[in-house]
């Protein structure tokens, strides 16, 4: 069973200071934040990292394995996170699974806005147990709430 989700904030901000944020996995963290985190190498601080390596960018294949943490402490799952695209200034096409998700697909696209810049993302996913799928779309609805929440009170937002 796959579950679609759309979410959109304009926030007070030009695109490439948005880009800068949104590419970190330190603005990850912060949206994600205070309670949820996730782990990544260092060499992946940015996701253009992904594009600076020796090798270009492999659709569909795991750059690298994250612990999606609850206050730090407790495990919630473990992403096996993947680029399928990389759009500096524009957004990403993230392909990636998880221990609770056979799919999570994770679109993100950044748009001049007057006064701003408008973050869409648009999420797919299909959890490894269908059962869980209302739970986990009613949670994940939550955190992204969140996130763009977070976005809009770090960036400011755009009003009038």
């Known amino acids: ?5 759309n979410f959109s904030s304009d926030v007070a901000a030009p695109v490439d200071t948005v880009w800068g944020h949104v590419s970190s996995m330190a603005g ?13 190498p260092p060499r992946y601080a940015s996701i253009e990292g992904a594009t600076a390596e020796a090798e270009p960018l492999v659709p569909d294949r795991t750059l690298f394995h994250s612990w999606i943490m609850l206050a ?38 950044l748009s001049a806005v007057a006064g701003g810049t408008r973050v869409t993302d648009l ?30 009170r770090h960036f400011g937002e755009i009003t009038g």
């Open 1 to 5: 069973m796959s579950v679609r989700l």
């Open 28 to 40: 990850v963290n912060y949206e994600l934040g205070p309670w949820v985190t996730m782990s990544y």
């Open 72 to 109: 730090r402490l407790i495990p919630l799952d473990r992403h096996a996170l993947g680029m399928d695209r990389i759009l500096p200034g524009e957004g990403f096409e993230e392909r990636s699974h998880s221990l609770t998700q056979r799919v999570w697909l994770h679109h993100r696209r």
């Open 123 to 152: 999420l797919e996913f299909e959890p490894r147990l269908s059962l869980c799928a209302p739970t986990l779309r009613f949670i994940i609805h939550l955190l992204f709430q969140h996130r763009h929440r977070r976005l809009r």
